[in-house]
């Protein structure tokens, strides 16, 4: 009693199915073994691991979540991807690519997606340093509890708790979130060689101010992409931006 029992709460559906007609879960095969262990660890990586290793091809990697990736093919002339594979880079499933064949790139321009691999984790939104790439979430699978309460209200906070769930995933758009790389802002700080003059309380705490903003500025993953390829224009369009 006054126990949370977490069987009476709804959750998000698996990011992969089985088929259990073809599936031997041998512990004494690896990938068998890793397969096992992290069911219930919602790893990615892991998955697409098992997917590609699995000896009898019964696991797949199924979203619950539906949507689309959008490429805005308006603006691909900005894409240099076979530089910058920040996309290809990032998505845990590999979904992205650089169209090879003539007919592929009629079709699908300088970078496309395999969205039958794809789980909308919007990672590839995240880091694309030229805002070409749009992910839409438009619904998710959310399993029911697997027992029922006895109460007659439960129902309804069953679904009140659903459709936090769905608000939070589809709405709220919770992205990857990318690694910091330390190693450019330090680059940069010691690339700063004048000295500064003695200044009052007022000037320091403005600077200050200053530097808050420039050290977020520099954390941006847009930004280091762009101090890769040397965007000398775009780096002080967007800092004077942010320094108003």
Same mark, same amino acid.
């Given at each position: 009693?006054?126990?949370?029992?977490?069987?009476?709460?709804?959750?998000?559906?698996?990011?992969y199915?089985?088929?259990?007609?073809?599936?031997?879960?041998?512990?004494?095969?690896?990938?068998?073994?890793?397969?096992?262990?992290?069911?219930?660890?919602?790893?990615?990586?892991?998955?697409?691991?098992?997917?590609?290793?699995?000896?009898?091809?019964?696991?797949?990697i199924?979203?619950? @979540? !539906? $949507?689309? /990736?959008?490429?805005? %093919?308006?603006? =691909?002339? *900005?894409?240099?991807? &076979?530089?910058?594979?920040?996309?290809?880079?990032?998505?845990?499933?590999?979904?992205?690519?650089?169209?090879?064949?003539?007919?592929?790139?009629?079709?699908?321009?300088?970078?496309?997606?395999?969205?039958?691999?794809?789980f909308?984790?919007?990672?590839?939104?995240?880091?694309?340093?030229?805002?070409l790439?749009?992910?839409?979430?438009k619904?998710?699978?959310?399993?029911?509890?697997?027992?029922?309460?006895?109460?007659?209200w @439960? !129902? $309804?906070? /069953?679904?009140?708790? %659903?459709?936090? =769930?769905? *608000?939070?995933?589809? &709405?709220?758009?919770?992205?990857?979130?990318?690694?910091?790389?330390?190693?450019?802002?330090?680059?940069i700080?010691?690339?700063?060689?004048?000295?500064v003059?003695?200044?009052?309380?007022?000037?320091?705490?403005?600077?200050?101010?200053?530097?808050?903003?420039?050290?977020?500025?520099?954390?941006?993953?847009?930004?280091?992409?762009?101090?890769?390829?040397?965007?000398?224009?775009?780096?002080?369009?967007?800092?004077?931006?942010?320094?108003?």
């Amino acid at each position: 009693e006054g126990q949370i029992d977490f069987n009476e709460f709804p959750t998000i559906g698996k990011f992969y199915k089985i088929d259990m007609d073809k599936c031997i879960e041998d512990r004494n095969i690896e990938i068998c073994k890793l397969c096992l262990d992290v069911r219930e660890r919602n790893n990615i990586e892991e998955y697409y691991k098992i997917e590609k290793e699995c000896p009898v091809e019964c696991f797949q990697i199924d979203s619950p @979540i !539906q $949507g689309e /990736v959008i490429i805005k %093919k308006n603006m =691909l002339h *900005k894409c240099t991807p &076979e530089n910058c594979k920040a996309c290809i880079n990032i998505c845990p499933v590999e979904s992205f690519f650089i169209p090879e064949s003539a007919e592929d790139v009629v079709k699908y321009g300088k970078i496309a997606c395999n969205e039958d691999q794809c789980f909308y984790c919007g990672a590839c939104e995240n880091s694309c340093p030229d805002d070409l790439i749009v992910v839409n979430r438009k619904n998710i699978h959310i399993i029911d509890p697997k027992k029922q309460g006895a109460y007659p209200w @439960i !129902q $309804g906070w /069953v679904n009140n708790i %659903k459709e936090i =769930l769905r *608000k939070a995933i589809i &709405e709220g758009k919770e992205q990857v979130q990318i690694p910091t790389v330390e190693e450019h802002i330090e680059k940069i700080k010691k690339e700063i060689k004048e000295q500064v003059p003695q200044l009052t309380k007022e000037d320091k705490k403005k600077l200050n101010e200053l530097n808050n903003k420039v050290q977020e500025f520099l954390k941006s993953s847009k930004i280091r992409y762009w101090i890769k390829d040397k965007k000398v224009d775009r780096i002080t369009k967007e800092l004077k931006k942010v320094l108003r």
